[in-house]
């Protein structure tokens, strides 16, 4: 038999892939996925050496090691305003990715539905597709990506069961303010849906912004999943290392879906991380002066090149309206791609409206040097459509 399960019926490999996948094939500069391939800071190494030579090795609990989840406690105390039971309320995943799918399995059923702002990150929206979740789609307003309420509150129905919040956001970098989750939680608690929110680019603020988490506001904090890791704020991609926080009654239920689909995420670089919780604050706020450099210095190349970026507030990447002589993104992205070989992704793969096809998003998590060659790339490609 060659049967393909019906839920892949559709699904392909996304833009954001596919566009790092045409880079490598012309020796670009990747400015499409983000992929962060910056420094691993020597904590995080020597922590994860050390255990693997401590022979550290073996599956840990499926909710994590107890000096990682003791760490995350911590950390979630001191800078999300959560306080929460290391024991109980936090399981570490493979990435948050993971815990993302986890956090679903464990609180919804097939056909329910699920509202995601858009622009909205692609994996989200397909892993509910994929899980069997309907979702549905509250477009915000551009430039400065604003809610409107009487969308939000029409788009809710009998099968809506949760409402994913991306803050920052990936890939607007809209930050929620505390009284748009609120009001957001206002609806949800009187539609008895979840609030699942993806608050892996928390330490990525730009302009004095602070960021907040949805679980630190009292009338929240009962009905909020609060997704995160450490991929973003440490540069480690590649190692997979999330974490759910949960009130006890669904934490359970995450890390049994956990043990399930992953029995649980790689030990030794459990350990790696733990160690690097150990850094100071001072690592963080240099973290976001980096990336509002660079946020800046990609937003003027964009500028002078023709394009219109919206002006992220956090998370490390950029939306930008492309010239009037392109016909739509994907003409744009691989122009972009062949003749000044600098990677982005269509605005197709993160709406499902209209508004996408006039837009690319540009990841900024470079090094200095590939990033103002990059900036140099563009400005030269306007200046050849000219």
């Known amino acids: 038999m060659n049967q393909i399960s019906d839920r892949l019926r559709g699904l392909v490999q996304s833009d954001i892939r596919r566009m790092s996948r045409e880079c490598e094939r012309v020796g670009g500069i990747n400015l499409g996925q983000g992929i962060c391939d910056l420094p691993t800071i020597p904590e995080l190494v020597e922590g994860a050496c050390d255990a693997i030579t401590g022979h550290k090795a073996t599956y840990s609990k499926f909710e994590g090691i107890d000096q990682l989840r003791e760490r995350i406690a911590r950390k979630m105390a001191h800078y999300n305003g959560i306080v929460c039971d290391p024991a109980t309320e936090v399981v570490v995943t493979v990435g948050s990715s993971g815990g993302f799918a986890n956090a679903a399995l464990a609180t919804l059923n097939e056909g329910d539905e699920v509202i995601l702002f858009e622009p909205y990150y692609g994996y989200h929206l397909n892993t509910l597709k994929v899980l069997g979740f309907r979702p549905k789609f509250v477009t915000l307003q551009p430039p400065?990506?604003?809610?409107?309420?009487?969308a939000l509150r029409a788009a809710f129905g009998p099968r809506t069961r949760a409402v994913v919040v991306c803050t920052p956001s990936n890939p607007s970098g809209k930050m929620f303010t505390r009284d748009e989750l609120e009001r957001?939680?206002?609806?949800?608690?009187?539609?008895?849906?979840?609030?699942?929110?993806?608050?892996?680019?928390?330490?990525?603020?730009?302009?004095?912004?602070?960021?907040v988490s949805v679980a630190s506001l009292e009338s929240c904090r009962d009905i909020t999943v609060t997704i995160s890791g450490f991929s973003k704020t440490f540069s480690i991609t590649g190692w997979r290392?999330?974490?759910?926080?949960?009130?006890?009654?669904?934490?359970g239920p995450i890390g049994l879906m956990n043990d399930l689909m992953a029995i649980c995420a790689p030990t030794p670089l459990q350990w790696g991380v733990a160690r690097a919780l150990e850094v100071p604050d001072s690592y963080y706020t240099e973290l976001a002066a980096s990336y509002q450099r660079k946020r800046d210095i990609l937003a003027a190349a964009l500028t002078d090149a023709g394009f219109k970026p919206s002006i992220p507030q956090g998370s490390y990447y950029m939306l930008a309206e492309i010239p009037g002589e392109f016909a739509n993104s994907a003409e744009a992205a691989k122009a972009l791609l062949e003749e000044a070989r600098v990677a982005s992704v269509p605005g197709t793969a993160f709406f499902e409206s209209e508004v996408g096809n006039r837009m690319l998003r540009f990841c900024y998590a470079k090094d200095p040097d590939a990033l103002e060659e990059a900036c140099k790339r563009i400005r030269a490609f306007r200046a050849v459509k000219a």
């Open 241 to 251: 290392i999330g974490y759910v926080v949960a009130p006890q009654r669904v934490a």
């Open 184 to 211: 957001i939680g206002a609806l949800c608690r009187e539609h008895d849906a979840w609030i699942f929110t993806d608050e892996i680019y928390e330490y990525i603020v730009c302009d004095g912004r602070k960021h």
């Open 144 to 150: 400065d990506w604003t809610i409107d309420f009487d």
